[in-house]
């Protein structure tokens, strides 16, 4: 098997993470790999902000997660397990990782969200080959609507949110989920 299906097959999602900093030079190439994704029409519009200052990972964990809870209240189905996060002071959806990045495309964006979903597969696959975790946090889609967010990250108007990756070093032993048998729904020849 080569270097890059080996990649993909033993990445899994990180949630426990050492406090270590990440070197900006990797957190760069772990970015411009994102940024090398395919994308609609080569229109090279995706965007990127990094938060590693504790303050304001702290600070976006707790809106993240009350935002995320409002939105689930709104839907008409409040779900549980949100409304307990919403509830414990300790919830932590960025898992304590020292680096957060988040995804958006600008208005060039012919295919924002397949765009942006790319990249954030890209930059998975280039940080688990450097030795680094990542997760997907689809709790911080909230975030998008949070005026203060838009403005601290200096997210200009008009820029869509795509995505929220989280990465560090893993503390302990990763967790590997088993995948069952591809399914295939039909196969034309």
């Not at 080996?6 to 426990?16: D, F, G, P, Q, T």
């Not at 994704?37 to 964990?61: L, T, W």
């Not at 997760?135 to 949110?161: M, T």
């Amino acid at each position: 098997m080569n270097d890059v299906l080996i990649n993909i097959y033993s990445r899994a999602s990180v949630r426990s993470y050492k406090p270590d900093k990440v070197p900006d030079s990797d957190i760069k190439e772990i970015i411009r790999a994102g940024f090398h994704a395919a994308n609609g029409m080569n229109r090279q519009a995706v965007e990127f902000v990094v938060i590693e200052n504790k303050d304001s990972i702290s600070k976006y964990n707790r809106k993240a997660i009350n935002l995320f809870a409002e939105m689930s209240r709104a839907s008409g189905h409040p779900n549980p397990m949100v409304e307990k996060m919403a509830s414990d002071p300790k919830a932590d959806i960025f898992h304590g990782a020292p680096a957060i990045v988040f995804v958006f495309t600008n208005p060039s964006a012919v295919t924002p969200v397949e765009d942006g979903s790319l990249a954030v597969g890209n930059m998975m696959l280039a940080a688990h080959s450097m030795g680094y975790g990542t997760c997907f946090i689809g709790f911080a889609a909230g975030l998008d609507k949070d005026p203060e967010f838009r403005k601290e990250c200096k997210v200009p108007d008009g820029y869509k949110y795509i995505a929220c990756m989280i990465l560090g070093r893993p503390d302990g032993d990763i967790e590997k989920h088993s995948r069952s048998d591809v399914k295939i729904l039909n196969w034309l020849k």
